[in-house]
């Protein structure tokens, strides 16, 4: 038992002499140069279709009158069944 307990001695005096170190940064003062750069490069080798949009046919324009000529008709069926349309009778052809 007292050789574990001299090694376990030791080990304790070890660890404390070891110094602790930080873990080591990565430098990252030019990472943005790089990404930049990446960026730039990119955009100029890369070909970009050009879109000319949906191919359509537009109606051509159509002459308005200048005025709307409003006509008004009456319907009239009497009793015998036979039409009249603004007064003139209709024969029926069905």
Do not use: H
């Not at 943005?32 to 046919?57: E, P, W």
């Not at 008004?72 to 069905?94: D, H, P």
Request: hydrophobic share 45%; aromatic share 8%.
């Amino acid at each position: 038992m007292s050789l574990l307990i001299k090694d376990i001695q030791l080990l304790n005096r070890l660890i404390r002499t070891i110094p602790i170190r930080k873990p080591s940064e990565i430098n990252t003062g030019s990472m943005a140069d790089i990404a930049f750069l990446l960026l730039i490069f990119f955009l100029i080798t890369i070909s970009i279709d050009q879109d000319y949009g949906i191919s359509s046919t537009i109606a051509k324009s159509f002459d308005v009158p200048d005025s709307i000529q409003i006509s008004q008709s009456s319907l009239w069926v009497n009793a015998r069944g036979t039409f009249m349309v603004n007064e003139i009778e209709v024969k029926e052809t069905i």
